[in-house]
């Protein structure tokens, strides 16, 4: 697999993760709105496979600022997972201690969304 197609693959996750996420929440508030520990769960499978969610947080506010704030969000979002994508390609290409940096580094990101 060429690094540009594989690279591709992160690249739609990196569009796909946030609206499936959008749509979830958008359940959850409809049909689930006094469940918090969903609400909970889910705020926190976001924050690790969306971590530019956070920008969205104002725009809640603000309606009409939504639809913007989401677009800047997945584009920031895709390219979190484009730089990942080919720091993997690189680390399973060249050098295996790459993705050993490349998983203390997210987990250490991780750690840090998770605890905010």
């Known amino acids: 697999m060429s690094i540009a197609r594989f690279i591709s693959l992160f ?45 969205v947080l104002p725009a809640s506010s603000d309606e009409s600022l939504l639809p913007v704030a989401l677009l800047i969000s997945i584009a920031v979002n895709v390219a979190l997972y484009v730089a990942i994508g080919a720091a993997i390609w690189y680390g399973l290409r060249k050098h295996y201690a790459i993705l050993v940096l490349l998983a203390a580094i997210l987990a250490v990101i991780w750690w840090r969304l998770l605890t905010i």
């Open 11 to 55: 690249a739609i996750g990196g569009v796909v993760i946030p609206l499936i996420f959008q749509a979830a929440w958008w359940a959850v508030n409809k049909y689930l709105a006094v469940e918090l520990q969903l609400g909970l769960g889910l705020q926190k499978l976001m924050l690790v496979f969306w971590p530019s969610s956070l920008m």
